[in-house]
C-alpha cells in the first residue's frame, strides 16, 4: 500500500465511512500488523501529546503541572485505546453483533491514525491560528462520530446505525469511570 493509496481511503472515510471501513475489513490484515499499527499509534499519539505540552504558549500567571514521564503517557495511550477495542467488541456482541477482535482493531486503528493526523492539524492550528483550532476541533469531533458509528456498524453487521450509537453510550458509561481513573489528578 502506498501514500497515494492510503489518502484514497482516508477520503473515502471521511465521506463514505462504510465502505472505507469494507475495504480495510477486506485487507484482513494479520495480527503483527495489527500489534505494530497498534504501537505505531500509541507511538505518534504520544509524541502529538508531547508537543502539545511543549510547543503551546502557556499564558502569563498561569500555573501548568509538569508533565509527565513519556513512558506513563505512552502507556495510558495505549490502555486506553485497547480498552476502546474491547468496549467496541463486547458490547458491540451483546447487542448482537458479529465482529472479531481483528476487526475491531483494524478499524480503530485506522480512526486512531486519522485522529492523529487531526490532533497535529490541531497543534499547528493552535501555533499559528488559535481561534481556528476550536472550530476544527469541533468539526473533527463531529466527523470522529460519524466514521465511529459507521465503522461499527460495518464491523458487527447490525444493519442500523442505532445499534452502533448503543455500543457508543455503554462503551462510553463503562469507560468513564476508567478514563477518570487513568488521568492524573493535578492539584488545587
Known sequence: MNITMLGNLAVLTLFNPASAARELLAMRLGREALWLGFCLAVVLNGLVQFGFENLLPVPEGLEVAPPEPIFISLIRSGVLMMFSVTAFLVVGRLLGGSATFSEIMTLTIWLQFLQIIAMFITLVLAIAIPFVMVLFLFATAIVSLYVTLHFLNEAHKFGTLWKS????????????????????????
Open 165 to 188: 450509537v448503543g455500543v457508543l453510550l455503554l462503551s462510553a458509561l463503562v469507560a468513564v469511570p476508567i478514563i477518570l481513573a487513568l488521568t492524573p489528578s493535578t492539584p488545587v
